[in-house]
């Protein structure tokens, strides 16, 4: 990626996820479809805005979905609730309903898909390039 990325701040709400996953790929393209407002930027867990923000223990596992958001760190199905909540709409609601369900609950789901991924919806050589209409909402 390129050194132009834009600037990131506390307030940001950052989607990091395993650049060369394919189901993390579709969900970021679902995301980025359903977020009319653009309110989250995206980041690769293998690139350098995750290096500086997620622990290395959470980075280096790359079957964990991250969202930051508001200087807080959330995980897996932790992360994916609130980041349904942050594009709003009936996304808040449904975000809603998946906070209501007990984490532990939750993650053994989150799990068992992210175990099975790479072999459902394959892997691929490098992290995920944006277009150049999608490269504002993109970080390093």
């Not at 990091?16 to 993390?24: A, E, K």
């Not at 807080?72 to 909540?85: E, F």
Request: positive net charge; glycine residues 8%.
């Amino acid at each position: 990626m390129s050194n132009t990325a834009p600037e990131y701040t506390e307030q940001d709400a950052i989607v990091f996820f395993d650049g060369v996953c394919g189901l993390c790929n579709h969900t970021i393209n679902f995301l980025m479809s359903r977020d009319s407002r653009s309110v989250l930027k995206y980041a690769p867990l293998q690139g350098e805005t995750a290096a500086n923000l997620v622990p290395d223990t959470v980075r280096h596992d790359l079957n964990t979905f991250v969202f930051a958001n508001r200087g807080r760190l959330h995980y897996r199905s932790g992360a994916m609730a609130r980041i349904l909540m942050r594009i709003g709409g009936a996304w808040r609601i449904l975000g809603a309903m998946l906070w209501l369900i007990p984490w532990p609950l939750r993650d053994v789901g989150y799990r068992i898909v992210s175990s099975l991924r790479y072999r459902l919806f394959g892997k691929r050589e490098s992290c995920r390039l944006p277009t150049p209409e999608e490269r504002s909402r993109f970080l390093d």
